[in-house]
């Protein structure tokens, strides 16, 4: 089993900063892909941006504003998130791709923090 735990989420004024960060632990074997999505209220879930070691992914609302890392040594993941607009707020999701130590693969999800940007 493999569980994610997010952490970073929070209340912000518009044009502010938050980094949100996601550790990804137990049975891995390798972390194929990882990435964020959120969740906002009356809306689908949406990628935000993902990022395997063959390519990085942005939504287009977000480029230019957020930027997604990884520490492989650390099963962690990223998002730095600058220039933030009332239509950020959402829950954020972490979510990976992992083959565990069983060779299985699988999609994960984290318990979700929320980001609420607010004057």
């Known amino acids: 089993q493999v569980q994610l735990v997010e952490s970073g989420g929070g209340l912000v004024q518009p044009g502010g900063s938050l980094r949100l960060s996601c550790a990804a632990s137990?049975?891995?074997?390798?972390?194929?892909?990882m990435g964020w999505y959120r969740h906002a209220p009356g809306k689908q879930r949406e990628l935000v941006a993902t990022?395997?070691?063959?390519?990085?992914n942005y939504a287009d609302s977000v480029k230019g504003r957020f930027t997604i890392s990884r520490d492989q040594t650390k099963n962690t993941v990223y998002l730095q998130m600058s220039s933030l607009k009332f239509e950020d707020t959402a829950v954020y999701y972490c979510?990976?791709?992992?083959?565990?130590?069983?060779?299985?693969?699988?999609?994960?999800w984290g318990q979700g923090t929320q980001v609420t940007v607010a004057s």
């Open positions: 979510n990976a791709l992992v083959i565990d130590v069983r060779m299985f693969e699988s999609d994960y």
């Open positions: 990022m395997s070691s063959e390519s990085t």
């Open positions: 137990g049975s891995i074997f390798i972390i194929r892909t």
